[in-house]
């Protein structure tokens, strides 16, 4: 069966940052473009530009409800948003994790829930990893791309 192009909904990263220095500016804006870049293969992308105008956690929860995805991705703050949906598969990259994401957590979430960790999410990985079981830790890594994570993304979307 082919795959429709709503299967998987991406939610990149999106702009929080109050006082940023021009390097973080052009920092974010090409590590986005090069996310947007690699992902479109992989499903629908939302970007900074799609997420950020409205608040992120009501435009990530209408969008699922919307397309309801068989897969959804989110990199680093919408990865936050997505940790506490159920009964969804998910690949989350580098989310910030709390105690509270850990409670309450089903089998079948575990299942099916895949997350990736670099250097600078340490904490948030070894705290996540106390629960669930499909995880991997970059430390040679400050931050991940999706191009670093790439195949791996398609092996899993592949087999679920």
Same mark, same amino acid.
């Given at each position: 069966?082919?795959?429709?192009?709503? %299967?998987?909904?991406?939610?990149?990263? =999106?702009?929080? /940052?109050? /006082?940023?220095?021009?390097?973080?500016?052009? $920092?974010?804006?090409?590590?986005?473009?090069? /996310?947007? $870049? &690699?992902?479109?293969?992989? $499903?629908?992308? =939302?970007?900074? +530009? %799609?997420?950020?105008?409205?608040?992120?956690?009501?435009?990530?929860?209408?969008?699922?409800?919307?397309?309801?995805?068989?897969?959804?991705? $989110?990199?680093?703050? +919408?990865?936050?948003?997505?940790?506490? =949906?159920?009964?969804?598969?998910?690949?989350?990259?580098?989310?910030?994790?709390?105690?509270? %994401?850990?409670?309450?957590?089903?089998?079948?979430?575990?299942?099916?829930? =895949?997350?990736?960790?670099?250097?600078?999410?340490?904490? %948030?990985?070894?705290?996540? +990893?106390?629960?669930?079981?499909?995880?991997?830790?970059?430390?040679? &890594?400050?931050?991940?791309?999706?191009?670093?994570?790439? +195949?791996? !993304?398609?092996?899993? !979307?592949?087999?679920?």
């Amino acid at each position: 069966m082919a795959k429709k192009e709503t %299967d998987v909904l991406i939610f990149l990263d =999106y702009w929080d /940052n109050d /006082n940023p220095t021009p390097d973080a500016q052009m $920092g974010f804006m090409f590590a986005q473009m090069d /996310n947007e $870049g &690699e992902c479109a293969d992989i $499903g629908v992308v =939302y970007s900074n +530009s %799609d997420i950020y105008p409205e608040n992120p956690k009501e435009f990530i929860k209408r969008e699922i409800a919307r397309h309801n995805p068989k897969w959804v991705i $989110g990199l680093e703050n +919408s990865a936050t948003h997505l940790l506490p =949906y159920h009964n969804r598969k998910k690949i989350l990259i580098n989310p910030t994790v709390t105690i509270n %994401d850990l409670n309450w957590v089903t089998l079948e979430t575990i299942r099916d829930t =895949y997350a990736f960790f670099s250097a600078n999410y340490e904490k %948030d990985y070894e705290m996540y +990893s106390r629960v669930y079981k499909n995880v991997a830790f970059y430390p040679a &890594e400050k931050i991940l791309f999706i191009s670093d994570i790439k +195949s791996a !993304i398609e092996a899993i !979307i592949e087999e679920g």
